[in-house]
């Protein structure tokens, strides 16, 4: 499974645009990245995956560059119920299940 | 619907003393999976069931360590003469038929071994 690298953490204010970058220098052809998020005393919740290019969902984006070895989550006008733990995860979705390698991670704070 | 649902939900436990952990995962999924999280750490895998079946147990720690879903729906991991390195929150998720991305996790159990 492709290694991620992620910031430990960032800081934010409400209101702003937050981005945060994963690089996974050795992704394979067929994997895919997704993100989670995870709040504390809760386990992590599936937020958005992609493959290439750009991918848009209500609550996030997915940039992904041509080469595929970075991606990049950006949250719009975060609140502060944004503070959370963000994982960036890649690998082969495929019919059965498999299980997620999670990195540590990167804390957002959300500042008022 | 109800989601995943884990108990108890705080745990602790001296040293020696064996534990009993519980996954309730969402009415219909077949994939059932479980997860350790040390502090300040992600997730790591544990052991995957589909159904009845636990087809990869590669993730647990030692022999101590042992998970079963008898029936294809609820699952007990159980932690035998627990230890120190133990304390953890052990979080179980569970996936629809062709869902690679969705799983969903449960709350978590946060065991604590003193």
């Known amino acids: 499974l492709a290694k991620t690298t992620q910031p430990i953490s960032m800081d934010s204010y409400e209101g702003q645009e937050v981005n945060i970058t994963c690089s996974h220098n050795?992704?394979?052809?067929?994997?895919?990245i997704t993100w989670y998020q995870q709040f504390p005393s809760q386990g992590p919740r599936f937020i958005i995956q992609g493959y290439k290019t750009k991918v848009t969902n209500e609550v996030a984006s997915l940039f992904i560059p041509a080469d595929r070895k970075s991606s990049t989550l950006s949250l719009p006008r975060v609140s502060l119920s944004d503070t959370a733990v963000y994982y960036c995860?890649?690998?082969?979705?495929?019919?059965?299940?498999?299980?997620?390698?999670f990195g540590s991670g990167t804390q957002l704070t959300v500042l008022p | 619907g109800a989601g995943v649902s884990q108990s108890p939900r705080y745990k602790v436990a001296k040293r020696g003393q064996d534990v009993a952990l519980r996954c309730d995962p969402i009415?219909?999924?077949?994939?059932l999976f479980w997860y350790q999280q040390a502090l300040g750490q992600g997730p790591e895998f544990l052991t995957y069931?589909?159904?009845?079946?636990?087809?990869?147990k590669s993730g647990l720690p030692s022999d101590r360590f042992f998970a079963e879903r008898p029936e294809g729906s609820v699952s007990t991991l159980k932690i035998q003469r627990t230890q120190q390195e133990d304390s953890a929150v052990y979080l179980c998720?569970?996936?629809?038929?062709?869902?690679?991305?969705?799983?969903?996790f449960g709350p978590g159990t946060r065991l604590l071994v003193l």
């Open positions: 050795n992704i394979a052809t067929n994997d895919y």
């Open positions: 069931f589909q159904n009845e079946a636990q087809l990869d």
């Open positions: 998720a569970s996936t629809p038929p062709g869902g690679w991305e969705t799983q969903y």
């Open positions: 009415s219909g999924h077949v994939s």
């Open positions: 995860l890649v690998g082969v979705p495929s019919g059965s299940a498999r299980q997620l390698t």
